[in-house]
């Protein structure tokens, strides 16, 4: 669960990036956040990673209280979470197979829960006949699917997708979103940072929009294909 409270960042060279923004997002739930660049998006996963820490207002994310988390505590709140990037992030030395233990080997998991889990894992996402290629031995849809199994190698709380689709082409961009549906509803959060609205409007979720700092919209977004069924009848 993430929940902000009359939250804003104000940065040393006087951006306001959030202002007083206040919103829940519950366990189990899908939400793209949605805005043009500048608005605030990065500053808002930057507050939810406690990689920024507010300037005021209080954030809880999966229990544990954000905005005033010591520096030790950190790790624990990153260990709930799994993060997609933009730009993957492969180790172009390793293997798929062990770019994706590396994420289990970074929190001391044993060898034989990393021998069990990250072949489960890359089934899950559809790389188990890939796991001794090399990152530039794959597509970019492939390793985005990668950085995927990476990020859900540990079994975390929520799934952060910062513009997961922003590399690859439109077709591959649609399995990646079908794939994180299918992981939530297994129970996993998933939150989307994004500017491709026709990706968007393709999914029957929530989308926030944020501008200039502010949450301007909070909406539960129709599928183009029930509106266009709606449209016949």
């Given at each position: 669960?993430?929940?902000?409270?009359?939250?804003?960042k104000?940065?040393?060279?006087?951006?306001?990036?959030?202002?007083?923004a206040s919103?829940?997002?519950?366990?189990?739930?899908?939400?793209?956040?949605?805005?043009?660049?500048?608005?605030?998006?990065?500053?808002?996963?930057?507050?939810?990673?406690?990689?920024?820490?507010?300037?005021?207002?209080?954030?809880?994310?999966?229990?544990?209280?954000?905005?005033?988390?010591?520096?030790?505590?950190v790790?624990?709140?990153?260990?709930?979470?799994?993060?997609?990037?933009?730009d993957?992030?492969?180790?172009?030395?390793?293997?798929?197979?062990?770019?994706?233990?590396?994420?289990?080997?970074?929190?001391?998991?044993?060898?034989?829960?990393?021998?069990?889990?990250?072949?489960?894992?890359?089934?899950?996402?559809?790389?188990?006949?890939?796991?001794?290629?090399?990152?530039?031995?794959?597509?970019?849809?492939?390793?985005?699917?990668?950085?995927?199994?990476?990020?859900?190698?540990?079994?975390?709380?929520?799934?952060?997708?910062?513009?997961?689709?922003?590399?690859?082409?439109?077709?591959?961009?649609?399995?990646?979103?079908?794939?994180?549906?299918?992981?939530?509803?297994?129970?996993?959060?998933?939150?989307?940072?994004?500017?491709?609205?026709?990706?968007?409007?393709?999914?029957?979720?929530?989308?926030i929009?944020?501008?200039?700092?502010?949450?301007?919209?909070?909406t539960?977004?129709?599928?183009?294909?029930?509106?266009?069924?709606?449209?016949?009848?």
């Amino acid at each position: 669960m993430i929940e902000f409270r009359n939250v804003s960042k104000v940065y040393p060279s006087g951006t306001h990036a959030l202002n007083k923004a206040s919103l829940t997002i519950e366990k189990g739930e899908f939400v793209f956040i949605v805005g043009s660049s500048g608005a605030g998006k990065s500053t808002f996963l930057k507050l939810i990673m406690h990689e920024e820490t507010p300037s005021s207002g209080t954030i809880f994310v999966n229990g544990m209280r954000v905005d005033k988390m010591k520096h030790r505590h950190v790790p624990m709140l990153r260990r709930t979470m799994g993060i997609v990037f933009q730009d993957f992030r492969l180790i172009d030395k390793m293997t798929v197979y062990d770019n994706v233990a590396f994420a289990m080997r970074a929190i001391g998991a044993r060898p034989r829960a990393i021998k069990k889990r990250v072949p489960y894992i890359l089934e899950l996402v559809g790389l188990e006949n890939k796991a001794d290629r090399y990152p530039s031995q794959l597509s970019g849809g492939e390793q985005q699917r990668v950085g995927l199994a990476r990020a859900l190698v540990n079994n975390p709380m929520m799934i952060i997708a910062d513009e997961p689709t922003g590399n690859i082409d439109p077709e591959m961009s649609y399995e990646i979103m079908e794939l994180l549906s299918e992981i939530n509803k297994r129970g996993t959060t998933i939150l989307i940072v994004t500017h491709e609205h026709d990706l968007v409007h393709s999914f029957g979720r929530r989308v926030i929009t944020i501008d200039k700092g502010v949450v301007v919209e909070d909406t539960v977004n129709l599928p183009e294909a029930v509106l266009e069924g709606g449209d016949e009848a």
